[in-house]
């Protein structure tokens, strides 16, 4: 794109995702099922910059950073689009990327990702070049490993997918949804570390390997289990599913009792079904329910301590058209 200057802009995008069953195990081996956001999205521009440019930490979202010259900053964006840069063979040039992130940061819904995917795709664009999905994946996985310490893909994945998919050992498959419910999404407002949760997991893990193994079977049976569940449209059994992988959860250490009060809520308020979503530690809630039930479950979760909640309708979730609808406990922040 050429600005109304005369500048050439490189533009990419990404968006938000949600693991609706199969977080932490699946960075041991299981499956995971996770949807994209398209309504929480992701813009990057891209431009040539002078080479002493360095990076600006987030504000609301927003950061900047510059690739090929002197600035090394260790973010995971930064890294996927330098190593973009030292892949396709171009030296010469120092670029900066602005990133306007609308993904609440450090909630589990995938950020670090999604900034990283719609960095390196602004990256191709200025330089006229365009990313086959293989390679774009590998990229934003490059930065992923610097933000999660040793991330499975899926996010790298699901950030990029235009639909459900079920993602094993690095590849991603379409899911079937025959679903007719809502998801409720909710932000405990704690921002939670991914590495730091995905290392105390590994530590119990490691810690009784026998306990570990039975963990994990369990885990992927749940995870078969709920891929079924959402192709037969099995909304009350789905819910149950995702009470008993909550449960598992927890036994990693990842729940807290603030998202335990969230799941309580979400399930008084009439919800099949809640548990966290991403790394947990704070983060986020999903919650399962029929469409009509969706506002009341929104509002129970927010008078629990929710600071804002989505609702993404089931039969809505397929590419690029997945209708959100907001709601917040913060006065103005309505998104
Ligand atoms: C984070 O969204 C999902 C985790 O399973 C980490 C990963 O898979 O890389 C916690």
Not at 22 to 33: L, S
Not at 56 to 62: K, L, T, Y
Not at 116 to 127: I, K, M, S, Y
Not at 139 to 167: K, M, T, Y
Request: glycine share 14%; proline share 6%; hydrophobic share 45%.
């Amino acid at each position: 794109m050429t600005t109304k200057t005369g500048m050439v802009v490189g533009i990419g995008r990404a968006h938000a995702k949600a693991i609706l069953l199969g977080e932490h195990t699946v960075v041991h081996g299981t499956p995971a099922i996770a949807f994209p956001l398209p309504a929480l999205p992701v813009r990057a521009l891209a431009r040539p910059a002078e080479p002493g440019t360095g990076s600006q930490v987030p504000a609301d979202g927003h950061f900047r950073f510059t690739v090929g010259g002197t600035d090394t900053a260790l973010s995971g964006p930064r890294v996927a689009a330098e190593e973009a840069l030292r892949r396709w063979g171009i030296t010469d040039t120092t670029v900066e990327v602005v990133v306007e992130c609308g993904i609440p940061l450090a909630r589990g819904l995938g950020s670090s990702a999604a900034c990283a995917g719609a960095a390196v795709r602004a990256v191709a664009d200025l330089h006229g070049l365009v990313v086959e999905s293989g390679e774009l994946y590998d990229l934003v996985q490059c930065g992923e490993q610097v933000a999660h310490g040793r991330a499975s893909g899926i996010d790298a994945s699901a950030v990029l997918a235009n639909g459900p998919i079920r993602f094993h050992q690095g590849r991603a498959e379409p899911m079937p949804i025959g679903l007719d419910a809502a998801l409720v999404i909710a932000d405990t407002g704690v921002p939670g570390s991914t590495q730091h949760a995905v290392a105390g997991v590994r530590r119990r893990l490691d810690e009784d390997p026998v306990r570990a193994g039975s963990l994990l079977e369990r885990a992927s049976g749940l995870i078969e289990a709920a891929g079924d569940e959402l192709s037969a449209g099995a909304a009350e059994s789905l819910g149950k599913t995702m009470l008993d992988f909550q449960e598992l959860l927890a036994e990693l250490g990842v729940s807290t009792p603030h998202i335990d009060a969230l799941v309580t809520a979400a399930l008084g308020a009439g919800a099949h079904g809640a548990k966290l979503t991403g790394a947990g530690l704070g983060g986020c809630v999903l919650a399962l329910t029929e469409p009509a039930s969706a506002p009341g479950v929104s509002a129970a979760l927010r008078r629990a301590g929710a600071v804002r909640t989505w609702t993404v309708p089931t039969r809505a979730m397929h590419a690029g058209a997945t209708p959100l609808s907001a709601t917040t406990s913060e006065p103005g922040t309505h998104q």
